[in-house]
């Protein structure tokens, strides 16, 4: 049986499941940091005529209960907003452990969306342990960061008042409309400096390189989820904490990491993993600003894909295929 799952059973599957997502998010990261992960590097599909465009493929199995191999290939196509279509798309695939066999295909923009967001919400409350009311900067204000906002939200974060920020002033209008349901009357747009200067800051454009000033440091007991990892310049790095999913995977592709990985000559600028957080190796502090630059783990994405899996299965939008291999 291979099975086929469509965009909006993928989404309502998601909606009721933030803390299972959450939950499985975590439990995902423990058991990379275990070793009871394989997530080979992720494969770039480049264009060289459209340096813009790109598609990812990111193989990967996420072991113990789960116990599910997959791949999820998906594409970032920022001219899209022009034709009226999203930037973003995505399948995940899922196979049989025991097999081999895929068993399902996934629409997977909004699980790709639901695990990133799911990781800057976890990054954000144990980064700052220390709680108490917030200002939240959005820089980029695309799905990502939409489903980035509902996540924190859910998880509590206390936030007073936001502000966003995006080249294109519609768009930055259009976010504060939508995520105001979230935190009602305390939204608006706001310059890049505005945005940059709140406590919890969200980075989440589709830059290709470092655009924010070299000079820019981030104060004392800030929090940065650096989700689109290329907006940084490498020196304001070199000039604070840092916190990454995975070192190796973080430092490569030109990521912010990586160029400050190059200019410094070393990696002694990582402060650790968030599953080092996690477990207590490291404590945030309230006098030190903190950069979450979280790469993307294939693994996020096959435990928030097993969990749409699961609550698709019964709905009659899924297509079920009974011949689709040889026996």
Not at 257 to 272: I, K, M, N
Request: aromatic share 6%; charged share 20%; net charge negative.
């Amino acid at each position: 049986m291979f099975q086929i799952v469509p965009h909006a059973v993928a989404v309502e599957a998601l909606e009721g499941s933030r803390d299972a997502v959450l939950a499985a998010v975590q439990a995902a990261y423990l058991a990379h940091d275990r070793g009871d992960t394989v997530n080979p590097s992720s494969h770039f599909l480049r264009f060289p005529d459209r340096p813009a465009d790109r598609i990812i493929a990111l193989p990967a199995y996420l072991g113990g209960e789960a116990g599910m191999p997959g791949l999820k290939w998906i594409s970032s196509f920022p001219g899209n907003h022009e034709l009226g279509l999203p930037r973003a798309s995505a399948v995940l695939l899922l196979n049989d452990d025991r097999t081999g066999r895929p068993v399902a295909c996934l629409e997977a923009a909004h699980i790709s969306a639901a695990r990133t967001a799911a990781s800057a919400a976890l990054a954000a409350r144990v980064l700052r342990p220390w709680g108490g009311p917030v200002s939240l900067g959005f820089v980029g204000t695309g799905v990502i960061a939409r489903t980035i906002a509902a996540y924190l939200h859910h998880t509590g974060l206390p936030v007073t008042r936001f502000v966003c920020h995006d080249l294109v002033s519609g768009r930055a209008e259009q976010f504060v409309s939508d995520v105001e349901k979230h935190w009602p009357g305390s939204g608006g747009v706001a310059d890049l400096d505005a945005a940059l200067g709140c406590d919890v800051v969200v980075l989440a454009t589709t830059a290709g390189k470092p655009y924010l000033p070299e000079t820019l440091r981030f104060a004392p007991g800030q929090t940065v989820l650096n989700v689109s990892l290329r907006d940084i310049h490498p020196q304001t790095l070199l000039a604070t904490r840092n916190v990454v999913d995975d070192v190796d995977h973080c430092l490569r592709a030109l990521t912010s990491p990586h160029l400050a990985e190059q200019l410094s000559g070393g990696r002694e600028f990582v402060t650790g993993t968030l599953a080092d957080v996690l477990l207590g190796k490291w404590k945030p502090q309230p006098h030190e600003a903190v950069v979450f630059s979280p790469f993307g783990l294939g693994v996020l994405d096959i435990a928030v894909g097993a969990i749409v899996l699961e609550r698709a299965k019964n709905d009659a939008r899924t297509v079920t295929v009974a011949d689709f291999f040889e026996d």
